[in-house]
């Protein structure tokens, strides 16, 4: 078998799983895609008997390309938000494709990706070449420029802002989470009755306007009517994620993993949400501190 073949075949069986380092530097099943195009258009001109290590070769090619593209967006400081007009009442969020659902059974979620859009490319190239997928330091910090023990703190910077550190009251921290997941889950099967019983009757719901359809208030009150407008939004928030929001549990609605709202409950000591904060403005959601409710890996010495 020529070499061009041996390398198409090579590449033809990692390519599963570069699609996947990709996607998760990336976010977007479609990004993905074209940088594992580009890796292998990269990697065609190559001699495959000067490689040692294919797997790991093929790995940092795609890495690399992934890098440059997130650096591309940090330069442009991408913000993507739907104009008014697609998050009326009827319309439905662009739901994660096939190659996004994967990541459910991965070890990666919709929130992570959401938190991992705050980090700097190096430390999000770091912490998931590392963590999620065992490359060494020594060859992240080649990719990166940069030392290996360079390499270990831009991951281990990467952790820290990922993860809050332990809450101060974890039995109410951990009743709050339930609640929120509760809430989201409900929400996204239209389920009123349940709605109903973690609502307080004098709920309130307050939501920046450029979230809103023209003649929609930018507050109601009541269990009964935010319950009703929670419905209508059922699409939505399957796009939605549970994690820290300045520390306190909350919920990011994020379509194809680019965030376009925070919510913020305010739950009480009688276990039921009494307000809801629906945050949309660009300033806002900068301005939001992001990270992970569950437990990380201790992987710093590995």
Known sequence: MSNPDVLTRRFEDERHRLHSVALHLLGSAADAEDAVQSAWLKASRADLAEVDNVPGWFTTITARVALDQLRVRSRRAEQWLPPSSELDHTS???????????????????ALLVVLDRLSPAQRVAFVLHDLFDVPFDQIGTL???SPDAAKKLASRARARLQAAPAEQPAVHAEHLRIVNAFLAASRGGDIPTLLQLLAPDVVRRADPVLLPDGVPVQIRGAAEVA???RRFTERTRAGAVLLIDGAPGIAIAPGDRLVALIRLEIGGDGR??????????DRLRAAT???PGQPRDRENS
């Open 228 to 230: 009703t407008e929670t």
């Open 273 to 282: 949400i009494h307000a809801l904060d629906i945050a949309g403005g660009p």
């Open 92 to 110: 439905a969020v662009a739901l994660p494709g096939a190659d996004e659902e994967v990541l459910r059974t991965e070890a990666i979620n919709r």
């Open 144 to 146: 990166l420029d940069r």
């Open 290 to 292: 992001l990270q992970l």
